[in-house]
């Protein structure tokens, strides 16, 4: 909700690293929305759903999956 609620100003602040920010701050609040009204507030673990996601393209998608998918191990225990 801070995401969607805050000003795109704030958001363009928090990526101003980054190339083009404006579009990315515009997508980050996109993304936010979606999420919480098509996944209920949970950011989707696999790559069909988060390609679903505004701005969010396969290669994103795929590293978003890999890096859950080896996160969970961890907080399992079960590192590999």
């Known amino acids: 909700d801070a995401v969607i609620n805050a000003k795109p100003e704030t958001i363009e602040t928090a990526v101003a690293r980054c190339n083009y920010r404006r579009t990315k701050a515009r997508y980050v609040m996109a993304c936010a929305n979606e999420i919480r ?44």
């Open 37 to 80: 009204l098509r996944y209920g507030g949970k950011v989707p673990r696999q790559v069909a759903g988060l390609t679903r996601l505004p701005g969010v393209g396969s290669k994103i998608a795929h590293l978003g999956e890999f890096f859950y998918s080896r996160m969970r191990n961890v907080i399992d225990g079960v590192f590999c």
